[in-house]
């Protein structure tokens, strides 16, 4: 009984993407736009608006991927 629990997982990952995913991506988008012209001259900004892509904007992605799938949260 356990072991069929994808649907739930599913739904708790629309929700993350619903309430959390969406607007922490759509941040990260508009802070990636605004540090990534400094990234060709400053390191720390170039970090930090690599960080913002690999992290920050495929956030969504990531939570639509693992909501289709019903992967386990933990």
């Known amino acids: ?3 069929n629990c994808g ?3 599913s739904f708790v990952w629309l ?7 969406w607007p922490l991506g759509i ?3 508009v ?3 605004v540090f990534s012209p400094f990234a ?3 390191s720390p900004c170039k970090d ?3 960080f913002l892509m690999d992290h920050g904007i495929k956030l969504p992605f990531t939570a639509a991927q ?4 019903g992967r386990s949260g933990c």
């Open 1 to 3: 009984m356990a072991a």
């Open 7 to 9: 649907w739930l997982w």
């Open 15 to 21: 929700l993350v993407l619903l309430c959390l995913a």
């Open 27 to 29: 941040v990260a988008a």
């Open 31 to 33: 802070l990636y736009a």
């Open 40 to 42: 060709a001259c400053c």
């Open 48 to 50: 930090f608006s690599d």
């Open 66 to 69: 693992n909501m289709v799938h």
